[in-house]
């Protein structure tokens, strides 16, 4: 799995998918204030980085000895990577929406019936692994089996694994920032003195916009 680590940050970072602005912090949907993201919605427009990524998640599955029997994608992010999975291991896919439509059929879960099956979530990226467990949920709720979630990449924080874990859903990534990092600096896409920067947010990622002057982070 250390090869899948480091080809998919390679593959990240070929397409430009991390970004590094640390004089003006992008802000995560929890107020978060972040120097470095990742914009996985760029792999479908670069084939050949994207046929990694999903070769990546069937080696993943392969190697953890996974076998669900249908793939399901989170609106919107997880959706083509887990339709492109679902074709190439021939299986069935559904989408997991992050809240009910208010017209039609008002499900959460499109594509087929999910009762006593076992479902594997795919996921592009995992920040706190909200939208995740609530779309486990529901995948439940339909009467689903759900153990493991799959993305492309997670920021690693304490709390997000946490809370997978109280969930009792394994979650597995193709790569890390870490594995990024390391790719980013051998690259020339980072400098160390980068590096070092994102390395102080991931330590403590509520605390850094204090220390770098942003204010209430």
């Not at 970004?19 to 003006?24: C, H, N, R, S």
């Not at 070769?55 to 996974?66: H, S, V």
């Not at 995740?132 to 990449?153: F, K, N, P, T, Y």
Request: aromatic content about 6%; hydrophobic content about 45%.
């Amino acid at each position: 799995m250390t090869d899948i680590k480091a080809t998919v940050a390679r593959a990240l970072l070929e397409i430009g998918a991390v970004g590094f602005t640390p004089d003006a912090p992008i802000t995560f949907k929890s107020g978060l204030l972040s120097p470095v993201y990742v914009d996985n919605r760029r792999l479908p427009f670069h084939p050949t980085q994207w046929h990694q990524v999903i070769d990546g998640f069937a080696a993943l599955l392969a190697a953890n000895k996974i076998a669900d029997d249908i793939m399901a994608g989170i609106e919107t992010g997880g959706i083509p990577h887990s339709s492109a999975l679902a074709y190439a291991l021939h299986k069935p896919s559904v989408i997991v929406r992050k809240q009910a439509k208010d017209h039609g059929t008002r499900n959460r879960i499109e594509g087929g019936d999910v009762g006593g099956r076992h479902v594997l979530l795919i996921e592009d990226m995992i920040t706190m692994g909200g939208s995740s467990l609530s779309g486990a949920q529901a995948l439940r709720d339909a009467g689903a089996i759900v153990g493991h979630c799959c993305a492309v990449v997670t920021y690693g924080f304490a709390s997000a694994q946490a809370a997978f874990d109280e969930a009792g859903i394994h979650l597995h990534t193709l790569t890390d920032f870490p594995a990024i990092l390391q790719e980013a600096v051998a690259m020339g896409h980072f400098t160390t003195d980068d590096a070092d920067v994102v390395t102080d947010w991931l330590r403590d990622p509520h605390g850094w916009a204090g220390r770098r002057g942003f204010g209430k982070g």
